[in-house]
């Protein structure tokens, strides 16, 4: 397999957040099956949109090693990413299946699964050097999406940006310094889905004014 650029600095055995580590060993202990480690980004190594989620879900990316797999949140995703482009295939089932990501890289703010699904800030400052380092691959024009307020806020720390220049909230795009666009999105969580704070249209919308965006750039 092609070795990614953005995934050069990831190590798959880092245990550089005391919790988090015994926490995967005890998930490692309850479910030996599951994958229980720090979960790589996935996706096209010359993505031009890179999609940033809090963390791995227990029963999701914690036990398919792969971001969005085998979870309630992945079903909106990656149905949305195949509808405009994105993905060879609307389904993520485990990592296996065969599904493809085209132009497009999916990742977390926490490559680990947090208790409650809650990281603490030490270890999203400790895990931000990942995220920085797959942000700083995308060429000038790209795009960003980010999942939620605390993705949102991982990417600006990942870029050096202070909060209260770049505001968070559903559909607000952000032209960033470094020639990338954020764009922000609620989180395509259970509770988000089924109280309908996100719906399936609103979601299409922010995919729309994306690949609008990439688009252009593409014929300029």
Same mark, same amino acid.
């Given at each position: ?21 015994? *926490? ?6 309850? *479910?030996?099956?599951? *994958? ?35 979870? *309630? ?148």
């Amino acid at each position: 397999m092609k070795i990614k650029p953005t995934d050069a600095g990831f190590c798959q055995e880092c245990r550089d957040c005391p919790r988090l580590a015994r *926490y995967l060993d005890q998930v490692k202990r309850d *479910y030996p099956d599951y *994958y229980a480690m720090p979960v790589p980004a996935f996706g096209d190594a010359d993505a031009k949109l890179l999609i940033v989620g809090l963390a791995p879900g227990m029963h999701g990316a914690n036990r398919t090693g792969r971001p969005f797999t085998g979870d *309630y949140a992945g079903i909106l995703l990656y149905q949305t990413l195949h509808r405009f482009g994105f993905a060879n295939q609307p389904y993520s089932m485990d990592s296996h299946d065969g599904l493809q990501l085209i132009a497009c890289r999916v990742t977390n703010a926490v490559k680990c699964l947090p208790p409650n699904n809650k990281p603490n800030n030490d270890e999203m400052l400790i895990c931000n050097k990942y995220l920085a380092r797959e942000i700083k691959v995308m060429d000038k024009g790209s795009a960003v999406l980010a999942l939620g307020t605390i993705a949102h806020r991982a990417v600006l720390k990942a870029l050096g940006l202070k909060i209260k220049d770049f505001l968070f909230a559903h559909d607000t795009v952000h032209a960033l310094p470094n020639g990338l666009t954020l764009y922000d999105s609620y989180h395509c969580s259970r509770y988000n889905t089924q109280t309908r704070r996100l719906t399936q249209q609103m979601f299409e919308a922010v995919f729309a004014r994306i690949s609008h965006q990439l688009l252009m750039q593409k014929e300029t």
